[in-house]
Nanobody, 121 residues
């Protein structure tokens, strides 16, 4: 089975930084894309940032210029460097991966359990 494990969440003051990590484990042939979503209270889950296996990133407008997504393909890990954090960034952040399992040609999707990020004023 494939599992995503997030780490790096916590509580920081506005203007601070956090770095989230998400490591994929299991029998994976290749990860096509990994990304971060977040869900704040009363809000829909939204895409924060995503990155393809080729390294092409995509960001929500609200985080452009502040967040950077990166991958370490050797570790099957995706990172989200979050700088200049704002209170409105407070949310549960979820890691997502789109991947091919070994021996399968059908794309699969899985989510991490979520990690809470709290930004205080």
């Amino acid at each position: 089975q494939v599992q995503l494990v997030e780490s790096g969440g916590g509580s920081v003051q506005a203007g601070g930084s956090l770095r989230l990590s998400c490591a994929a484990s299991g029998i994976i042939f290749s990860i096509k894309a990994m990304g971060w979503y977040r869900q704040a209270p009363g809000k829909q889950r939204e895409l924060v940032a995503a990155i393809t296996s080729g390294g092409a990133p995509d960001y929500a407008d609200s985080v452009k210029g502040r967040f950077t997504i990166s991958r370490d393909n050797a570790k099957n890990t995706v990172y989200l460097q979050m700088n200049s954090l704002k209170p409105e960034d407070t949310a549960v952040y979820y890691c997502n991966a789109i991947f091919l399992a070994l021996g399968d040609s059908k794309l699969q999707n899985t989510w991490g359990q979520g990690t809470l990020v709290t930004i205080s004023s």
